[in-house]
């Protein structure tokens, strides 16, 4: 699904990546760990078109995508979510989630006026989706409530059940536990869980709670200082000195 050879992303001296180099499969979720400042972000926006690197390739279902943006990542079904929620606070829960599809019809002011029947077609099977993604993610009760004033936990449902209104084939979540009460994030962890395994969902998970990367990912990619310090599944980067000591702050004679 997406292939990373050797990216790097230089600022002026810098190496936020650095030789970064990892494969996607699909319907995976892959873990992506590392403490902070290891370059996680910064790869994930290399990966959804928002920076380009100084040097390596990105490739997607088999094509050569270093130089697209974000926009155009969108449309061949690469999308991401970020660790503050990015909702428009004054639309409803309903209408951020309707205006997610991309080409409706109403969008142009001339179809509005000569193809209005085609318009409303259209924006009557939008709603019908984001109804039914709503009562997936348990929040039909806040349908019409505005964005803004949901909790974290909801907003980060919310973010989730936006990659769900286009034809998301690889999903970047970045750090969907932040911010979440124990409760909703187990509630995340399930539709996550659901998308992968029944809906053919593709996942790259930034996360810090490793309890969720246990839960959810396999394999687990960890890095450090721009790089890949090691894969596999959880208990084996989990266990590794390498990983003890540089996300962990452990050596192996402590978690002996």
Request: charged share 25%; with cysteine; aromatic share 6%.
């Amino acid at each position: 699904m997406l292939e990373l050879d050797q990216l790097v992303m230089d600022f002026g001296g810098f190496k936020a990546v650095n030789g970064c180099t990892f494969r996607v499969e699909a319907n995976s979720i892959t873990g992506l760990i590392g403490p902070n400042g290891a370059g996680k972000t910064t790869l994930f926006n290399l990966i959804a078109g928002a920076l380009h690197p100084t040097s390596g390739a990105i490739r997607f279902q088999g094509e050569d995508v270093t130089s697209l943006a974000s926009h155009q990542l969108f449309h061949k079904g690469l999308v991401r979510t970020f660790q503050i929620p990015h909702e428009f606070h004054k639309l409803t829960a309903l209408e951020n989630l309707m205006m997610v599809p991309p080409s409706q019809p109403g969008e142009s002011l001339f179809a509005n006026w000569v193809a209005w029947g085609r318009v409303k077609t259209s924006e009557n099977d939008v709603e019908r989706k984001a109804y039914e993604t709503l009562d997936f993610l348990e929040l039909s009760h806040v349908a019409h409530e505005r964005a803004g004033n949901l909790s974290g936990g909801q907003k980060k449902l919310l973010e989730l059940g936006r990659t769900m209104m286009t034809d998301a084939k690889l999903v970047l979540l970045d750090e969907p536990a932040a911010g979440v009460n124990r409760t909703l994030l187990r509630k995340l962890e399930t539709k996550i869980d659901i998308l992968n395994k029944e809906r053919g969902y593709t996942f790259v998970l930034i996360e810090h709670d490793m309890e969720m990367i246990e839960k959810l990912c396999d394999p687990v990619v960890c890095m450090a200082e721009g790089r890949v310090l090691i894969e596999g599944d959880f208990q084996t980067v989990r266990s590794d000195p390498q990983v003890l000591e540089a996300y962990l702050g452990e050596t192996t004679g402590d978690a002996a």
